[in-house]
Antibody, heavy 118, light 112 residues
Framework: EVQLVESGGGLVQPGGSLRLSCAASGFTFNSYEMNWVRQAPGKGLQWLSYISDSGDTIQYADSVKGRFTISRDNAKNSLYLHMNSLRAEDTAVYYC???????????WGQGTPVTVSS | DIVMTQSPLSLTVTPGEPASISCRSSQSLLYSNGYNYLGWYLQKPGQSPQLLIY???NRASGVPDRFSGSESGTDFTLKISRVEAGDVGIYYC?????????FGQGTKLEIK
């Protein structure tokens, strides 16, 4: 069974940092591209970042470029999102999502909440 | 960047009746392989999104055949032939042709 389990969310002050993790199981992690998507309270879905199966290709939304860093450790079946210079508007539930062929997001984690507040 | 526009933003349907959600992209989502890179996702209350339809009109595994997707140029439609109580939630279209991937605003489906 495919499982994606996010962790690392919490309360952080503006300007602070946080590292989110996404533990993958039930599939060959190093064969799949991965993404991070977030959802602010009461709002819609926003794509944040993409990483290829090998980690060689990375893309970001403009809203997080230069502040967030996506990475993966295929030996540990894990995806990460390092978030720096956090702002109030980064408050959201953060989801990791598996991307299969044809850029389809076929599995999503349950999400981890991040609150940026003083 | 590609902008996705959904309508309506909310929908109240009687069980057993059909429902239709529209999604328009600001530019073509047609890739050179002949597929539109458009997916539909449902986020049920308190849950993470789940894939319903991929490549414009293909049902994901386990999705009832009450759900169907259609395409016409930059216009895409999700249809539910007979709405059930378990279909409540927010439906999103998403373009995956190019990054930044983008979602529609979401359509909230409620049962009458």
């Amino acid at each position: 069974e495919v499982q994606l389990v996010e962790s690392g969310g919490g309360l952080v002050q503006p300007g602070g940092s946080l590292r989110l993790s996404c533990a993958a199981s039930g599939f060959t992690f190093n064969s799949y591209e991965m993404n991070w998507v977030r959802q602010a309270p009461g709002k819609g879905l926003q794509w944040l970042s993409y990483i290829s199966d090998s980690g060689d290709t990375i893309q970001y939304a403009d809203s997080v470029k230069g502040r967030f860093t996506i990475s993966r450790d295929n030996a540990k079946n894990s995806l990460y999102l390092h978030m720096n210079s956090l702002r109030a508007e980064d408050t959201a539930v953060y989801y990791c999502a598996r991307e299969r062929g044809y850029n389809i997001f076929d599995y999503w984690g349950q999400g981890t909440p991040v609150t940026v507040s003083s | 960047d590609i902008v996705m526009t959904q309508s309506p933003l909310s929908l109240t349907v009687t069980p057993g009746e059909p429902a239709s959600i529209s999604c328009r992209s600001s530019q073509s989502l047609l890739y050179s392989n002949g597929y539109n890179y458009l997916g539909w996702y449902l986020q049920k209350p308190g849950q993470s999104p789940q894939l319903l339809i991929y490549l414009g009109s293909n049902r994901a595994s386990g999705v009832p055949d009450r759900f169907s997707g259609s395409e016409s140029g930059t216009d895409f439609t999700l249809k539910i032939s007979r709405v059930e109580a378990g279909d409540v939630g927010i439906y999103y279209c998403m373009q995956a042709l190019q990054t930044p991937y983008s979602f529609g605003q979401g359509t909230k489906l409620e049962i009458k």
